[in-house]
Each structure stands twice: as structure tokens, then as C-alpha cells.
Nanobody, 124 residues
Framework: QAQLVESGGGLVQAGGSLRLSCAGS????????MAWFSQALGKEREFVSA????????NYADSVKGRFTISRDNAKNTMYLQMNSLKPEDTAVYYC?????????????????WGQGTQVTVYS
């Protein structure tokens, strides 16, 4: 059974950093586009970043450009999100996802596999 599991969330002061990981199992996710989405309390889930199957192409939401970096290690079936210069407005549950769509796809419906989410809380 294919599964994605996020880790690395936590409580951090504004300006700090966190590194999220998303480990895949039960399927080789190296052929999939993988992405991060976030969902703040009371808001809809929204796109954060995506990376192509090879890792050679990436896409970011405007709100995180220059602060977040997505990467993947296909040998480990794992994806990462390095989050720097964190802001209180980054507070959300972060979900990883995998799908067969292009790396520039920002729509939830284009991703077939989802993790359970990891909480990121940024305080000022």
C-alpha cells in the first residue's frame, strides 16, 4: 500500500528554519511529481511547492519564493522542504503529495497520494 509520511514540523520563532521530510513507501515515487501543500486553520489547502520526478524542475508559490527550497532524493524515496526566514503566516499543517501531473501543477485534484500532514507553528 502506497504511503507518504511527513516529519520535521514543529514550533519555531519567526526568522527561524525548519526542514520537512516526506518519506514514501509501498511504491516507487521517483517517477512522480511531488509537492507540498499547506492548510492554515479555517482556510483551504493551498499549493506551496512542487518538484519534477528528476528533481531538475521546481515550482514555488509566490509567498515562499526565496525562502523555501524543495528537493528530493529518489534513492531514498524521500522529498524535502527547507523552510527559512519563517513568518507567522507560514503557520499551517503541511502535506506532501505525489502525482503524475507536471511539476507546474498547483491543483489538489492532480495529486493522487497524500500524507497525513505535519504541523508547523511560527510565533513572533
Amino acid at each position: 500500500q502506497a504511503q507518504l509520511v511527513e516529519s520535521g514540523g514543529g514550533l519555531v520563532q519567526a526568522g527561524g528554519s525548519l526542514r520537512l521530510s516526506c518519506a514514501g513507501s509501498g511504491r516507487t515515487f521517483s517517477i512522480y511529481t511531488m509537492a507540498w501543500f499547506s492548510q492554515a486553520l479555517g482556510k483551504e489547502r493551498e499549493f506551496v511547492s512542487a518538484i519534477s520526478w528528476s528533481g531538475g524542475n521546481t515550482n514555488y508559490a509566490d509567498s515562499v519564493k526565496g525562502r523555501f527550497t524543495i528537493s528530493r532524493d529518489n534513492a531514498k524515496n524521500t522529498m524535502y522542504l527547507q523552510m527559512n526566514s519563517l513568518k507567522p503566516e507560514d503557520t499551517a499543517v503541511y502535506y506532501c503529495a505525489a502525482g503524475r501531473s507536471s511539476y507546474y501543477s498547483t491543483e489538489i485534484r492532480n495529486y493522487d497520494y497524500w500524507g497525513q500532514g505535519t504541523q508547523v507553528t511560527v510565533y513572533s
